[in-house]
């Protein structure tokens, strides 16, 4: 089982980026698939959550509105859209599968740094 993110970089803020989730080894359509990220001496917080077949999406406020979370079940993949990024957005993402979009992620990813800085 494998889920590996890509795409964090440094971005200025109020600028875009994308991350990628792929995955393997189980079947990513029977799971939902969340965004979490943690800041240094922050605890780890869930910032975006797409259903396995995607009609549903979660978002906490704090994010809403900016970021964007779809799949691609053909490839295996979940994508976060990143919008009007801001310095407190910086953090390690990660990505998990859950088979219940409220339930405790089975799989995690090795997270990507974020850094929002000019």
């Known amino acids: 089982v494998q889920l590996v993110e890509s795409g964090g970089g440094l971005v200025q803020p109020g600028g875009s980026l994308g991350l990628s989730c792929a995955a393997s080894?189980?079947?990513?359509?029977?799971?939902?698939v969340k965004w979490y990220r943690q800041a240094p001496g922050k605890e780890r917080e869930l910032v975006a959550g797409?259903?396995?077949?995607?009609?549903?999406?979660i978002y906490p406020d704090a994010v809403k509105g900016r970021f964007t979370i779809s799949r691609d079940n053909g490839k295996n993949t979940v994508y976060l859209q990143m919008n009007s990024l801001k310095p407190v957005d910086t953090a390690v993402y990660y990505c998990?599968?859950?088979?219940?979009?409220?339930?405790?992620?089975?799989?995690w990813g090795q997270g990507t740094q974020v850094t929002v800085s000019s």
């Open positions: 080894g189980f079947t990513f359509s029977s799971y939902a």
């Open positions: 797409i259903a396995n077949v995607g009609a549903i999406t």
């Open positions: 998990c599968a859950d088979k219940r979009l409220w339930g405790t992620c089975d799989y």
